[in-house]
């Protein structure tokens, strides 16, 4: 099987999924679930904060390789 281009990562933190069909890894997932009590951050805090600290960065090379949208005219 070949290497794709998009990895398959969690939407909130970044980690690399190896479920294919997954959205979530499971640590995110159990936080979405999970009841919150009134003195902790709010869902939408803590989805915030873990979207700005991402777990991974992006690997220049990969998007190089791109065609632009001028290509195709």
Known sequence: MGHTMEE???IIC???LHDPLAVY???CEYELKRVR???EESLEEWVDRMSESRMYAHN???FEKI????AWF
């Open 25 to 27: 890894c499971a640590e």
């Open 60 to 62: 220049d090379t990969e």
């Open 8 to 10: 398959n990562r969690c």
């Open 14 to 16: 970044g980690k690399k």
């Open 37 to 39: 009590l009134a003195d």
């Open 67 to 70: 065609k632009t949208l001028d």
